[in-house]
């Protein structure tokens, strides 16, 4: 008997259907994707638990997240559980420091008396013109008249209100770099061959915008508390906020 022919084979339909038994089946159990989300909530990383020869891959915890709606919840609470302990931690630890009274220093900065040309926004807006033109911070300050990358991040950091035009001139920048990459596109001799030139130079701008765009975290949009039972026992139940009644189930 060939191999082909003791191997399950699926009916040829249009429809929808289950693989063959034997075949691509999943070795997805609520009780491994509850411990693999409590990891997550605690704080692990996913790329250090599927380092764990006991764990799936990180493909695998996607195929998971799209093909199990329940492990989806656990994963999503999970993540914003840990981005939740991760904000309180800064907090805390930004709440811990020695406050100074105002005009006192303990020493005094390199870089005191330098802060007047900026407050003019005359450098801060040269660097955010460049900025809005497509082009990197990196490759801005390596001008004279720039500061190195560093200032610039305090500023942000100091001053709130340059925070907005920032993030204005990043997200021009996407525009900027999709209208020149559409004015730079040859002609390739016939209008299929340039259309297709010009839809990949078009989404090649887009992609290296996205890599320049600041980024922004969303605000949990899940439930607060998320519980999943399997057999009448719960294999996961946490809350996102933390506090003195918040928490992370143990493990069972």
């Known amino acids: 008997m060939s191999r082909s022919s003791m191997r399950p084979q699926a009916r040829r339909t249009l429809r929808k259907q289950a693989p063959p038994a034997g075949i691509f089946a999943s070795k997805y159990r609520p009780e491994l994707g509850a411990a693999i989300c409590r990891r997550i909530a605690a704080g692990e990383s996913i790329a250090s638990i599927c380092a764990d020869p006991a764990m799936p891959t990180g493909k695998t915890i996607w195929n998971w997240a799209r093909a199990h709606p329940p492990f989806a919840a656990m994963k999503r609470h999970a993540l914003e559980t840990a981005r939740a302990r991760a904000l ?3 907090d805390a630890k930004l709440a811990a420091r020695p406050v100074v009274p105002a005009g006192v220093r303990r020493r005094s900065a390199w ?29 801005v300050c390596r001008e004279d008249w720039a500061p190195c990358p560093g200032t610039f ?27 020149v990459a559409v004015e730079e596109a040859p002609w390739l001799g016939t209008e299929a061959a340039s ?4 839809r990949r130079a078009e989404r090649a701008a887009r992609r290296r915008a996205a890599r320049l765009a600041t980024l922004r975290y969303a605000a949990p949009t899940g439930p607060e508390r998320v519980s999943v039972e399997v057999g009448g026992q719960v294999v996961y139940d946490g809350v996102r906020t933390f506090g003195a009644d918040s928490c992370i189930d143990p493990a069972p």
């Not at 942000?156 to 001139?169: I, M, T, V």
């Open 153 to 179: 991040y305090n500023w942000l950091k100091r001053y709130p209100e340059l925070r907005a035009p920032y993030a204005h001139a990043r997200a021009t920048a996407a525009w900027v770099l999709a209208e």
């Open 88 to 90: 309180a931690e800064r």
């Open 195 to 198: 259309e297709r030139n010009l």
């Open 111 to 139: 870089n005191d008396g330098l802060d007047g040309y900026f407050l003019d926004h005359h450098v801060a807006g040269r660097i955010l013109e460049q900025l809005a033109e497509g082009r990197t911070l990196a490759q």
